[in-house]
């Protein structure tokens, strides 16, 4: 695991869009699992500029972590009426690159059968190849997509209820937009397990803010257990790069 510290969170953005930027190139059909968030958003962002400058994504295929179970992306609705990740992906990503639509992959809210869903979309990675480079954030309960404190640590896709803090800071990023109550937020969700992520073939975790602070070190430094299932990147076999800024990486005994 490659642990990199930087000034600030654009330098982490800017370093995290290199490191995707790379491989699209040194492998124009790469799957990429993507994740959903405001930490990720600048790296897209970077990725979207570099596609300006010519970075090809026509062949990429992507999987995304995760969506809300009752939410799928509806694109006549405005973005402030559907807060659901697969509108998040496509307004601040796809649609400003060159991906065909038919190789986007995100979990299907709205599927009849959410439990058949997560198969399904365990067969659609695995019929792709598997995934080359796995996206990661961390939430504040130390979780890698949705996958609260007690997932085991082999969980393959699943429906997920969410915690307290993790529908806190989701209707603080997301759903305040819309006018939604917190009381109404979606409280579940499918999630890519966090055995399916340890199947990637390399990891790219990014964290920022002092917010992160604390299980981002529990995560890098402390026991790894469910209970923190970020922590799971130390049980990964192949190459993991670790980017933060300064605030995430405050609490960390070594730096």
């Known amino acids: 695991m490659n642990i990199t510290i930087k000034r600030s969170k654009r330098e982490v953005s800017r370093a995290a869009a290199d490191h995707i930027a790379a491989l699209v190139r040194k492998k124009p059909d790469a799957v990429l699992g993507l994740a959903t968030g405001f930490t990720p958003l600048e790296t897209y962002r970077e990725l979207i500029r570099k596609h300006s400058e010519g ?3 026509s062949h990429i295929v992507t999987f995304n972590l995760d969506e809300y179970i009752g939410y799928g992306m509806d694109l006549s609705l405005p973005y402030s009426k559907d807060q659901s990740y697969a509108r998040f992906m496509h307004e601040e990503f796809f649609r400003h690159i060159n ?3 038919s190789n986007i992959h995100i979990p299907n809210g709205q599927a009849d059968d959410p439990e ?3 198969l399904r979309y365990e067969r659609r990675i695995r019929k792709a190849g ?3 480079l796995q996206l990661l954030g961390i939430g504040r ?5 949705f996958n609260e404190p007690g997932t085991p640590l082999d969980s393959r896709t699943h429906i997920q209820t969410l915690s307290e803090t993790t529908l ?8 305040y937009k819309s006018g939604l109550e917190r009381e109404m ?3 579940r969700s499918i999630t890519m397990g966090v055995g399916t992520i340890l199947e990637a073939r390399s990891l790219l975790m990014i964290a920022t803010g002092k917010r992160k602070a604390s299980v981002t070190a529990a995560a890098l430094e402390g026991e790894i257990s ?3 299932t970020a922590s799971a990147i130390r049980l990964f076999k192949g190459p993991a790069t670790v980017l933060l800024d300064r605030g995430a990486a405050s609490a960390l005994q070594k730096q």
């Open 168 to 175: 806190d800071d989701n209707h603080r990023l997301f759903f």
């Open 99 to 101: 991906i065909h639509r």
């Open 185 to 187: 937020m979606p409280k």
């Open 55 to 57: 970075l090809d994504f």
């Open 226 to 228: 469910s209970l923190v």
């Open 130 to 132: 598997g995934i080359d």
């Open 116 to 118: 058949e869903e997560c």
């Open 141 to 145: 309960t130390g979780h890698w997509a």
